[in-house]
T-cell receptor, first 113, second 117 residues
Framework: GENVEQHPSTLSVQEGDSAVIKCTYS??????FPWYKQELGKRPQLIID???NVGEKKDQRIAVTLNKTAKHFSLHITETQPEDSAVYFC????????????WGAGTKLIIKP | DTEVTQTPKHLVMGMTNKKSLKCEQH?????MYWYKQKAKKPPELMFV???????INESVPSRFSPECPNSSLLNLHLHALQPEDSALYLC????????????????FGPGTRLTVL
């Protein structure tokens, strides 16, 4: 079946350094790729998303890149801050579904002061 | 208003109880979702309503019964739950533009932390 692999499961970086989280998807029909940040006990919050007709998207310190040929997409966070500490989930739309997402297992990002 | 709200925040219930979770959004979204999330796992889709009609049921046990009274409200009725149903229950909504195979962004509520004793 369709799946999304996310790596690493835990990432520890020094404050001010960059963090990169990678996801690989299997469904070639996937066309929407959101990234959610979830702090402990809080809701998943969309931080950035990208559609298959775009290769890169940036919003201040956060960027996402998509390689459709290789079926992988990555989240890049620059100049990390303590408030970036959270679990990050990637997801890919399930085929041509308007509603269903296939989720990665999550990455726990730890920012060391 | 760009928020999805959920009540209650916490719920403790016995296996013989009947309770309901409530979700509300005022963003004009026409798709609403229920997800279940266990600790350290991604959200798991349970139900999707599109234009107040049940569109997707991900083979959820009948002890969970969804209801969409109108385009802004979504309920999840709970009956005869098991301890393994303890989890964070998240509601979400999206625009549902029916754009033919292009998913809309989903916005999540804060969730209800459910404990089944």
């Amino acid at each position: 079946g369709e799946n999304v692999e996310q790596h690493p499961s835990t990432l520890s970086v020094q404050e001010g350094d960059s963090a990169v989280i990678k996801c690989t998807y299997s469904d070639s029909a996937s066309n929407y790729f959101p990234w959610y940040k979830q702090e402990l006990g809080k809701r998943p919050q969309l931080i950035i998303d990208i559609r298959s007709n775009v290769g890169e998207k940036k919003d201040q310190r956060i960027a996402v890149t998509l390689n459709k040929t290789a079926k992988h997409f990555s989240l890049h966070i620059t100049e990390t801050q303590p408030e970036d500490s959270a679990v990050y989930f990637c997801a890919a739309s399930k085929g041509d579904s308007n509603y269903q997402l296939i989720w990665g297992a999550g990455t726990k990002l730890i920012i060391k002061p | 208003d760009t928020e999805v709200t959920q009540t209650p925040k916490h719920l403790v219930m016995g296996m013989t109880n009947k309770k309901s979770l409530k979700c509300e959004q005022h963003m004009g979204h026409r798709a609403m979702y229920w997800y279940k999330q266990k600790a350290k796992k991604p959200p798991e889709l349970m139900f999707v309503y599109s234009y107040e009609k049940l569109s997707i049921n991900e083979s959820v046990p009948s002890r969970f019964s969804p209801e969409c009274p109108n385009s802004s409200l979504l309920n999840l009725h709970l009956h005869a739950l098991q301890p393994e149903d303890s989890a964070l229950y998240l509601c979400a909504s999206s625009q549902d533009r029916h754009s033919g195979g292009a998913a809309d962004t989903q916005y999540f509520g804060p969730g209800t932390r459910l404990t089944v004793l």
